[in-house]
Nanobody, 126 residues
Framework: QVQLVESGGGLVQAGGSLRLSCAAS????????MGWFRQPPGKDREFVAG??????????SYADSVKGRFTISRDNAKNTMYLQMNNLKPEDTAVYYC?????????????????WGQGTQVTVSA
């Protein structure tokens, strides 16, 4: 089964940018549908962005709160997924998790994803 390791978190000022990476190993990366969740302090885990796979194409989806600011991408040759985060806001402060599933069209719910990384902290100061 796949193992996921996030990196790239840190402290950034509001308006700044960060790029998170998720390195996958132990499985055939291209067969997994990947995504990102986050858990703000004192709150439940929430969907950030993810891929969905139909018969003919792969598309991405975003939470309304990050749409237009965050971009998800993946490089199958490097077994790596990315989350480019621009125009960061203090409310983006959270632990960010890389996730994976064998489901082709997962709902934006933690229960849809069987595989989770350990998380990386992102802190945005005002």
């Amino acid at each position: 089964q796949v193992q996921l390791v996030e990196s790239g978190g840190g402290l950034v000022q509001a308006g700044g940018s960060l790029r998170l990476s998720c390195a996958a190993s132990g499985g055939t990366f291209s067969t997994y549908v990947m995504g990102w969740f986050r858990q703000p302090p004192g709150k439940d885990r929430e969907f950030v962005a993810g891929f969905r796979r139909s018969i003919t194409t792969i598309s991405d989806s975003y939470a309304d709160s990050v749409k237009g600011r965050f971009t998800i991408s993946r490089d199958n040759a490097k077994n790596t997924m990315y989350l480019q985060m621009n125009n960061l806001k203090p409310e983006d402060t959270a632990v960010y998790y890389c996730v994976a599933t064998k489901k082709a069209w997962p709902r934006p719910s933690p229960q849809e994803y069987a595989y989770w990384g350990q998380g990386t902290q992102v802190t945005v100061s005002a």
